[in-house]
């Protein structure tokens, strides 16, 4: 006995050390073959962190473990994490891979994370498999990376712990299943064979276009399919679901004759369900108090799905569900729901939904001595009849004592609506209804603050849906919110002619009003007071007849503070009135902050009614001051980094924005101090004017760099494809060093900058049409400009170094540049500078070229060198001459600007021998000469042309102050003349009413004399 354990033991001993030590023998083979595969079937980014064997973890099946498996989806989805499982178990038939033939029988994925999405153009986000010819070309890989295949031989398969989203575009549909746990068993190597498969599912969300049907509900599903594949036919063994507490049954076939149709014939019914567990259905309901609900009545829910679906056709479906004799009681509530009554039924027996039919024969709900009841019946979809009928009549009060709401209410309500009629994209039913609400209270339990003496008193009807002949009224709306009232009228009349009347009047504590109806993620605090009374008609606003346009009020806020997503900075405002009128809006004494900036605005916007109700030309102007302005806290994260240096002068905007043509604005602003980035600007001012379509910055200066900074331009934008750009920079005495950090561009198109030292003048004109992404149309871009160096040095330069050492003149290696023009074009894609002069030592250089946009460069560098220098450069190039005193040579850079190179150095004059060259001396002396007496011309001119521009900028500035004053005093003196026509209209009007009055009254007078006279007894 002792001896047969001891080999039983070894046997077992043998067989665990077999299986621990086994796998790593087939685990760089698995994982090569694992990788080769993958390589050859999916266009995505596939990793894993680890790959484990194991013969224990689901026995007798070699185990593959894939840990930390991701896959990134490539374009179109490119980015998108199609994947992220903590870990795939992949079940591997053990004698089969020892014949070096892996066939998976299992499949197990562990707290998996999937986002499969479809596009508008149906495109899936999960299609990554390669056509056959890209797998026929990765094939062509090496034979002991493909040497073993893959099969499928799948007995069970296993989700634990899913996560799953699925968006469609294209349908408008979007899927959530949050904590899913799947598992399904059956021999799939079978033709026929039956599949069983258990499901649970925490929260379901599911959502077809605008309606969500599931939103958080549970499900449970045990389904047993008999599975037919040769004939491509799935029946219902087995079907049991449960959404929240509603069993359901399922029952049918489904068939797929081919690959264009699906045949259905399936059933549904919960045939044992009660009233509670349909209520189950409504998240609300099934998390507050269900468990102690009681129902009674009958529930009968049944329907079917059977047909053919194919392309845009779909199978007749039906849905009937009928509550009698109903009754709901909470057992913390004092009263029941009694007499619930409902049937309803949804038939489609055609293959579109034009044939659409619902149908609700009765609603009928009764709490208390309140009673709702209504009917209702459509057909069709595109061109829907519809015939409604709600009514109700009680108290509040009763709902929140039988139902558990979460707040308490209370109030006297009626309702009465009616709807009958053809509802299509240019047909209205006719309606007629109305609702009133008195000595209203609503209180939410988590929140302090009710709102009290709640009346609403509305009316509305539309004979046969004609706007011409439509009502609307809210005759009133009142409520009292932390001690302050509001109250409120509108009333609508004739949508053709828009005859409209409102009057809004009252305080509100905003952050009282947020505690009661919450903003996700929003906080809100501050006091708002409002009088406001307007009315008019759309013939009023065309014709601009202020005097049918009556409207007057303000509103004014104070301590408002405001933090939302979208407004992660804050914004605060200490006070602020806007007064309206007929003509105008009009903005004063608005002070706060944005984030970190403080802020004090005021402004007019005219006719504001005709831009909000007609869509009319809008004007105004607006002005801004402030002390600090960040504009830091306005840069997203996503498109600047700190270890990359800021560019001023590209835009992050991924498409043109097309300018109103409805909009003429003028803002101007002061600005103390702003901060961009790592750039601080002082004394900034300037204006924005938004007209015709475009928006032009005028007169925009500010001190930054060491100097002055001045920018002025357009962007004109009428539509998307024919948008264009035209600026000019001015930088006056800033410093060199300081400037080049913050422009990359510069920085691209001439590298030197960055190993300059000094001050400069600079002006800049460019301009270009744009492409509708915003980029600008290359083969458009064009500009000029004049870079006029005060004062600078030159220093360790890419293109200097290549020069020096080419030349052996380490005297080139340091440039000094005094009061030196740089005059440059933007011509065809190239920058082109024009000749200029510099010194290097007692060198100097005559520079001319162009630079490109591939960055290619190709520079002429002319330099006159002493003869005791210029003698080893000619013993060099084999030349045994005596040099004269000077001699000019010529030296072309080219390469690009990354890696410069001298291509050659040669005498001035192309080809010409060295003793030319000498001989030629005279006249290059006389052409320096002239040379420069052209250089000093030329600076005397900029100088002078300098001057001009700023004494023309002067006028033109005196000129605009001057125009603006005139308006501003002629706007004023016509809001006076309009004040004073209409105090003397008024004026007229009082004496005229007083006139007819005492006329009245004298007549009255005078017949009651007459009539004493005529009585026959005395009075």
């Known amino acids: 006995m002792r001896k047969a354990l001891y080999i039983i033991g070894g046997l077992v001993l043998v067989f665990l050390l077999l299986g621990g030590i086994l796998p790593f023998f087939f685990r760089d083979k698995i994982d090569a073959s694992l990788k080769a595969q993958i390589n050859r079937s999916v266009n995505a980014h596939v990793d894993y962190q680890?790959?484990?064997?194991?013969?224990?973890?689901?026995?007798?099946?070699?185990?593959?473990?894939?840990?930390?498996?991701?896959?990134?989806?490539?374009?179109?989805?490119?980015?998108?994490?199609?994947?992220?499982?903590?870990?795939?178990?992949?079940?591997?038939?053990?004698?089969?891979?020892?014949?070096?033939?892996?066939?998976?029988?299992?499949?197990?994925?562990?707290?998996?994370?999937?986002?499969?999405?479809?596009?508008?153009?149906?495109?899936?986000?999960?299609?990554?498999t390669l056509p056959d010819t890209a797998r026929a070309a990765a094939t062509e890989t090496p034979a002991e990376t493909t040497a073993t295949a893959f099969k499928i031989g799948l007995r069970r398969y296993e989700i634990q712990n899913a996560y799953i989203t699925y968006r469609d575009s294209s349908l408008e549909v979007y899927t959530r299943l949050i904590d899913l746990t799947h598992t399904g068993k059956g021999d799939l190597t079978q033709d026929e064979l039956l599949f069983r498969t258990e499901t649970q599912i925490a929260q379901l969300f599911f959502t077809y276009g605008d309606i969500s049907y599931f939103s958080g509900q549970s499900l449970k599903a045990g389904i047993d399919l008999d599975m037919n594949f040769p004939a491509n036919r799935y029946s219902l063994r087995r079907g049991d679901i449960q959404i929240n507490a509603l069993p359901l049954s399922l029952s049918g076939t489904v068939s797929l004759p081919d690959t264009i149709r699906t045949l259905l014939d399936l059933r549904f019914a919960a045939p044992s369900a009660s009233l509670k567990e349909l209520l189950s259905l409504i998240p609300a309901a099934y998390k507050r108090g269900y468990e102690s609900l009681s129902t009674e009545g009958t529930l009968r829910l049944e329907g079917y799905v059977q047909g053919e679906l194919r392309d845009t056709l779909l199978p007749s479906f039906g849905l009937t569900l009928s509550i009698e004799k109903g009754r709901i009681q909470y057992k913390d509530l004092p009263q029941p729901i009694q007499q619930l009554e409902l049937r309803l039924k949804v038939e489609n027996a055609a293959s579109t939904l034009e044939s659409l039919q619902v149908k609700v024969d009765t609603f009928l709900m009764q709490a208390g001595n309140t009673t709702l009841q209504a009917k209702a019946q459509t057909l069709g979809l595109s061109q829907m009849k519809i015939q409604a009928h709600t009514q109700g009549k009680g108290t509040l009060s009763d709902f929140a004592s039988a139902l558990p709401l979460g707040y308490e209410a209370r109030g006297r309500f009626e309702i009465d609506a009616k709807v009958e009629g053809i509802y299509a994209e240019k047909k209205l039913p006719s309606v007629e209804g109305k609702f009133l609400l008195k000595e209203g209270y609503i209180k939410l339990a988590e929140f302090p603050t009710p709102v009290e003496a709640l009346e609403i008193d509305f009316v509305a009807e539309s004979p046969e849906g004609l706007p011409s002949r439509t009502v609307a009224t809210l005759r009133r709306l009142y409520a009292v919110v932390a001690g302050e009232a509001i109250e409120a009228s509108l009333t609508l009349q004739n949508l053709e002619a828009l005859n409209y009347a409102v009057s809004l009047r009252g305080g509100a504590d905003l952050g009282a009003w947020t505690r009661i109806f919450p903003i996700e993620s929003t906080e809100v605090a501050g006091k708002v007071q409002i009088d406001l009374t307007t009315q008019g008609s759309r013939e009023a606003l065309e014709k601009h007849d202020y005097t049918r346009l009556p409207t007057r009020g303000t509103l004014t806020l104070q301590n408002l503070s405001y933090r939302s997503p979208q407004l992660p900075q804050g914004l605060t405002i200490a006070q602020a009135t806007l007064t309206f009128t007929p003509q105008y809006l009009l903005l004063k004494g608005y002070k706060g902050t944005l984030g970190r900036s403080d802020i004090a605005l005021d402004?007019?916007?005219?006719?504001?009614?005709?831009?909000?109700?007609?869509?009319?030309?809008?004007?105004?102007?607006?002005?801004?001051?402030?002390?600090?302005?960040?504009?830091?806290?306005?840069?997203?994260?996503?498109?600047?980094?700190?270890?990359?240096?800021?560019?001023?002068?590209?835009?992050?905007?991924?498409?043109?924005?097309?300018?109103?043509?409805?909009?003429?604005?003028?803002?101007?602003?002061?600005?103390?101090?702003?901060l961009y980035e790592k750039m601080i600007f002082r004394n900034a001012r300037g204006r924005i004017i938004v007209r015709d379509q475009a928006v032009r910055l005028e007169g925009f200066e500010m001190e930054g760099f060491g100097g002055k900074f001045a920018l002025s331009g357009s962007y004109i934008a009428p539509t998307k494809s024919s948008a264009r750009w035209d600026m000019e920079f001015r930088l006056q005495n800033v410093q060199i060093e300081e400037v080049t950090p913050h422009f990359?561009?510069?920085?691209?198109?001439?590298?030197?900058?960055?190993?300059?030292?000094?001050?400069?003048?600079?002006?800049?004109?460019?301009?270009?049409?744009?492409?509708?992404?915003?980029?600008?149309?290359?083969?458009?871009?064009?500009?000029?400009?004049?870079?006029?160096?005060?004062?600078?040095?030159?220093?360790?330069?890419?293109?200097?170094?290549?020069?020096?050492?080419?030349?052996?003149?380490?005297?080139?290696?340091?440039?000094?540049?005094?009061?030196?023009?740089?005059?440059?074009?933007?011509?065809?894609?190239?920058?082109?500078?024009?000749?200029?002069?510099?010194?290097?030592?007692?060198?100097?250089?005559?520079?001319?070229?162009?630079?490109?946009?591939?960055?290619?460069?190709?520079?002429?560098?002319?330099?006159?060198?002493?003869?005791?220098?210029?003698?080893?450069?000619?013993?060099?190039?084999?030349?045994?001459?005596?040099?004269?005193?000077?001699?000019?040579?010529?030296?072309?850079?080219?390469?690009?600007?990354?890696?410069?190179?001298?291509?050659?150095?040669?005498?001035?004059?192309?080809?010409?021998?060295?003793?030319?060259?000498?001989?030629?001396?005279?006249?290059?002396?006389?052409?320096?000469?002239?040379?420069?007496?052209?250089r000093r011309k030329d600076s005397l001119e900029a100088a002078l042309r300098a001057k001009e521009d700023s004494l023309r900028r002067a006028l033109e500035e005196k000129k605009r102050a001057e125009e603006e004053r005139l308006r501003r005093e002629a706007e004023e003196r016509r809001r006076q003349e309009e004040e004073r026509l209409r105090r003397e209209a008024e004026e007229r009007r009082r004496q005229e009413e007083e006139r007819l009055r005492r006329q009245a009254e004298e007549e009255k007078k005078k017949k009651e004399e007459e009539l004493k006279k005529k009585l026959p007894f005395p009075r």
């Open 50 to 128: 680890r790959l484990g064997l194991s013969l224990f973890r689901h026995f007798p099946a070699l185990t593959l473990r894939l840990e930390n498996l991701l896959v990134i989806n490539k374009e179109p989805f490119a980015g998108d994490t199609l994947l992220h499982c903590k870990a795939i178990d992949v079940g591997v038939d053990v004698l089969k891979a020892i014949r070096g033939e892996i066939e998976i029988t299992r499949l197990y994925l562990i707290e998996p994370r999937i986002f499969v999405q479809v596009r508008q153009d149906g495109k899936a986000s999960w299609d990554i």
């Open 603 to 674: 402004g007019r916007l005219e006719n504001y009614l005709g831009y909000i109700l007609r869509d009319e030309k809008v004007s105004g102007n607006l002005n801004l001051l402030s002390s600090r302005l960040d504009l830091n806290e306005w840069i997203s994260s996503d498109t600047t980094s700190a270890s990359t240096p800021s560019e001023a002068d590209t835009t992050a905007a991924s498409e043109v924005v097309v300018v109103p043509a409805n909009i003429d604005f003028i803002f101007q602003a002061q600005i103390g101090e702003m």
């Open 744 to 934: 990359q561009t510069m920085q691209r198109l001439a590298p030197i900058v960055k190993s300059t030292q000094g001050r400069v003048n600079l002006l800049l004109n460019a301009g270009s049409a744009l492409q509708p992404d915003f980029l600008p149309v290359l083969s458009t871009l064009s500009g000029k400009g004049q870079a006029e160096v005060l004062q600078a040095v030159v220093q360790g330069s890419a293109s200097l170094k290549a020069l020096s050492d080419a030349a052996k003149m380490p005297q080139l290696n340091t440039l000094r540049l005094n009061n030196t023009i740089i005059r440059f074009k933007i011509q065809n894609g190239e920058l082109q500078v024009e000749p200029f002069t510099v010194r290097a030592g007692e060198l100097s250089m005559d520079v001319k070229g162009v630079t490109r946009l591939d960055q290619t460069i190709a520079y002429d560098i002319g330099i006159e060198v002493p003869g005791g220098w210029a003698q080893s450069f000619l013993q060099a190039a084999t030349l045994p001459l005596q040099a004269p005193s000077t001699i000019r040579l010529i030296a072309e850079l080219g390469g690009t600007l990354a890696q410069p190179k001298v291509l050659r150095i040669r005498p001035a004059g192309g080809t010409a021998t060295a003793g030319e060259a000498v001989s030629a001396r005279l006249e290059e002396e006389k052409a320096k000469l002239e040379a420069e007496a052209r």
